[in-house]
């Protein structure tokens, strides 16, 4: 990996913070699909919601520097055909130079802290459809989280379906991840069952005045040979998403494989997983990873 030069970094957002701006107005930008019809995205939005670990590393993500120096390698590697993350991130990579002809994809609401008493009440604290218009990116990405014991939750519900037609009305794609979740000892937990995932898609689905620019954001199901039923809920194009799989990489290698075989399974969005490997390697992750399409 390459060295970063925060100091560079730091001068240009304090005494040029144009910059950023500038260097979205001129970036290289790319369909959101190409020939392949396939879609590798990176993803990096968990740092906002206070998600730093990874595996028993609580901190692993809070480095900036070394963070930054993975997502450059990540998008650097054939295959990989952008980045998901918080403005603070995408500013980062803009000002690096590292987003040229690379799908970006800004992450919406990230109000919904990990641990938080309120971590339900997921606003939309990212970026606004109107800050992804100006800065000329590609698609949003919303998560939503749903309990049927929380009020919160539909709170979460409007204001997703409200974003859903504003990205429409700019005619954005915009990735909805939806989870069926419940508490248990204190805390939030997600139900990967394939009743629960079916349920998550078919609300996903529904929101807004139209869903012609929705994607889906899917995890693989409990029981992986559950995701042939689940994903016939909707025809919408859907990714998978990684999340934390342990220490076992190539068991979550195979069950994106069988899933990335299905018709509406598009691509693969992947954060942690990729970027800090068990065995360290970024770039074979991310080969390994873009080898599945």
């Not at 144009?18 to 190409?34: C, F, I, K, Q, S």
């Not at 709170?155 to 504003?166: P, Q």
């Not at 299905?262 to 490997?277: F, I």
Request: net charge negative.
């Amino acid at each position: 990996m390459t060295g970063v030069d925060v100091s560079e970094l730091v001068r240009l957002r304090t005494y040029h913070p144009e910059a950023v701006a500038e260097a979205a107005a001129r970036r290289t930008r790319r369909p959101l699909l190409r020939a392949g019809g396939r879609l590798m995205i990176i993803a990096a939005d968990h740092p906002a919601r206070g998600a730093l670990a990874v595996g028993d590393r609580r901190l692993a993500m809070a480095n900036r520097a070394d963070l930054l120096e993975r997502l450059c390698l990540a998008l650097s590697r054939p295959g990989v055909d952008g980045v998901l993350a918080t403005a603070d991130i995408l500013d980062d990579l803009l000002l690096l130079g590292a987003l040229e002809d690379r799908v970006v994809v800004g992450s919406m609401n990230r109000g919904g802290l990990a641990g938080a008493a309120f971590e339900l009440d997921d606003r939309f604290t990212g970026h606004r459809p109107e800050d992804l218009a100006r800065l000329r990116f590609d698609a949003g990405k919303l998560l939503l989280r749903i309990d049927y014991e929380d009020p919160r939750s539909l709170d979460t519900l409007h204001a997703t379906a409200r974003a859903v037609d504003a990205m429409a009305e700019r005619r954005l794609p915009v990735f909805v991840e939806p989870f069926i979740c419940y508490r248990a000892d204190g805390r939030l937990r997600t139900d990967l069952g394939a009743d629960a995932v079916t349920r998550s898609i078919a609300i996903a689905s529904g929101l807004g005045g139209s869903s012609a620019y929705t994607w889906l954001k899917v995890p693989v199901t409990q029981d992986p040979d559950d995701m042939a039923r689940v994903m016939e809920t909707s025809t919408l194009p859907a990714v998978l998403l990684g999340g934390e799989i342990g220490g076992d990489q190539e068991g979550a290698y195979e069950k994106w494989r069988k899933a990335l075989q299905l018709p509406t399974v598009r691509g693969l969005v992947v954060g942690r997983s990729l970027l800090y490997p068990v065995d360290g390697d970024v770039a074979r992750a991310v080969d390994t990873a873009v080898g599945l399409l």
